[in-house]
T-cell receptor, first 116, second 113 residues
Framework: NAGVMQNPRHLVRRRGQEARLRCSPM?????VYWYRQLPEEGLKFMVY????????ESGMPKERFSAEFPKEGPSILRIQQVVRGDSAAYFC??????????????FGEGSWLTVV | DQQVKQNSPSLSVQEGRISILNCDYT??????FLWYKKYPAEGPTFLIS?????DKNEDGRFTVFLNKSAKHLSLHIVPSQPGDSAVYFC????????????FGKGTHLIIQP
């Protein structure tokens, strides 16, 4: 399966713990995007990364959330000291290197975070 | 401020008939538009897209129409099939392509037998 791979698919965390969500882009894709879908809401852009570089993090909450896409390995979305309001589906997407207008982004299956 | 709006949270259509899903946008910088389909507990799947230089793009049963002056696009599915029951998201991106997509809240399409 050469699609966008996310893990874990489901994650349960207690309030105050840390959550780490991983995303491996499609083969040949060097751009990664993270989106969040809260219950009854649409998809909200969080962050756009290239290898070792954050391009746009305008959708990231100012505190507790961080993202990285290292030279080697998957992209990681990290949520520290989780609260109940962080419970959501987190989707990763990727696109080819030349992200010109007209390129599509492809989504993974999502990671469902539940904070208890 | 919602830049991409899907004003119908749900739509019910009889099998075999045409489904029309609508989407409005406010940002004049958007020049590329996409539709994604999403089943419960799965990631969104790319369906069809259109560039602002066109006003129509067709792919099998799916056609997307773009009216730039009205800042409106629509997705037509004909004939509608039971497997089309899903949530459909409209998305848009500005020129330059370096940014993430802005999504609408989605329309839940229900195809009735």
């Amino acid at each position: 399966n050469a699609g966008v791979m996310q893990n874990p698919r489901h994650l349960v965390r207690r309030r105050g713990q840390e959550a780490r969500l991983r995303c491996s882009p499609m083969k040949g894709h060097s751009h990664v995007y993270w989106y969040r879908q809260l219950p009854e809401e649409g998809l909200k852009f969080m962050v756009y990364l290239q290898k070792e570089n954050i391009i746009d993090e305008s959708g990231m909450p100012k505190e507790r959330f961080s993202a990285e896409f290292p030279k080697e390995g998957p992209s990681i979305l990290r949520i520290q000291q989780v609260v109940r309001g962080d419970s959501a589906a987190y989707f990763c997407a990727s696109s080819p290197p030349a992200r010109l207008s007209g390129n599509t982004i492809y989504f993974g299956e999502g990671s469902w975070l539940t904070v208890v | 401020d919602q830049q991409v709006k899907q004003n119908s949270p749900s739509l019910s259509v009889q099998e075999g008939r045409i489904s029309i899903l609508n989407c409005d946008y406010t940002n004049s910088m958007f020049d590329y538009f996409l539709w994604y389909k999403k089943y419960p507990a799965e990631g969104p799947t790319f369906l069809i897209s259109i560039s602002s230089i066109k006003d129509k793009n067709e792919d099998g049963r799916f056609t997307v129409f773009l009216n730039k002056s009205a800042k409106h696009l629509s997705l037509h599915i004909v004939p509608s099939q039971p497997g089309d029951s899903a949530v459909y998201f409209c998305a848009a991106s500005p020129g330059g392509g370096a940014d993430g997509l802005t999504f609408g809240k989605g329309t839940h399409l229900i195809i009735q037998p």
